[in-house]
C-alpha cells in the first residue's frame, strides 16, 4: 500500500461539487441533479440521483503542473462497467468556496477552485489536457446526466464535453 503523499487530502473539490456550490453555475434545480459519490476523495463516481445508475468514473487531483494523473485501477474499473472515465485536475482560487464556510480537514479553508484540466480515458482516450472554467465543468457535468438519461439503451454514454475537431 501507498503512503499518504501529503499527509492530509484535499477536499475544495467535494466541497465545490456540492448542490450549494455548483448552482452558482448552472441554478439550484440542476445544481441537485448532480449527485456524486467519493471512494478515496481522489475517485468520484458520477451518477444518476434517481436510479443511482453509475454514469462516469472521474480520477481528481489537485493541479500542481503535472503532466500526468496515474489512474490505471480507475480507468480498468470504467472499461468493466463500460461507462466514460476522466482524469480531472483542479487549481485552487486564493478565495474560500462562498457557499462552504466551513474549516476543512486539516484546520484548512475549503478554497473554491479558479479552473479545471480534464483528459477523457475511456472510450476514446484524449492525448492532450483540455483547459475548463468552474462553469464549463458545471455545464458538462449536466450534459453528462441528460445525455445518458436518453441514451440508456445505447453502448456509450455521451461524453461530457465534446472534443473540438
Not at 2 to 10: I, L, S, T, V
Not at 41 to 67: C, F, H, M, N
Not at 97 to 117: H, I, L, W
Amino acid at each position: 500500500m501507498q503512503e499518504e503523499k501529503y499527509n492530509c487530502r484535499d477536499r475544495s473539490y467535494s466541497a465545490w461539487h456540492r448542490r450549494n456550490s455548483t448552482r452558482r453555475f448552472v441554478g439550484i434545480e440542476k445544481a441537485q441533479l448532480l449527485a456524486m459519490i467519493d471512494l478515496d476523495a481522489a475517485l468520484y463516481i458520477e451518477y444518476d440521483d434517481k436510479s443511482k445508475e453509475p454514469l462516469a468514473l472521474v480520477e481528481t487531483a489537485r493541479d500542481v503542473g503535472q503532466d500526468f494523473k496515474n489512474a490505471t485501477v480507475t480507468l480498468n474499473l470504467a472499461k468493466k462497467a463500460g461507462i466514460p472515465c476522466y482524469v480531472l485536475l483542479y487549481e485552487l482560487s486564493s478565495v474560500q468556496n462562498p457557499s462552504d464556510t466551513r474549516v476543512a480537514v486539516c484546520g484548512k479553508k475549503f478554497f473554491d477552485v479558479e479552473r479545471f484540466r480534464i483528459k477523457r480515458l475511456y472510450p476514446h482516450p484524449e492525448k492532450n489536457w483540455r483547459t475548463l472554467t468552474p462553469q464549463e465543468w458545471a455545464d458538462g457535468l449536466v450534459k453528462l446526466r441528460v445525455n445518458t438519461s436518453r441514451k440508456v439503451d445505447k453502448e456509450w454514454a455521451e461524453t461530457i464535453i465534446p472534443v473540438p475537431p
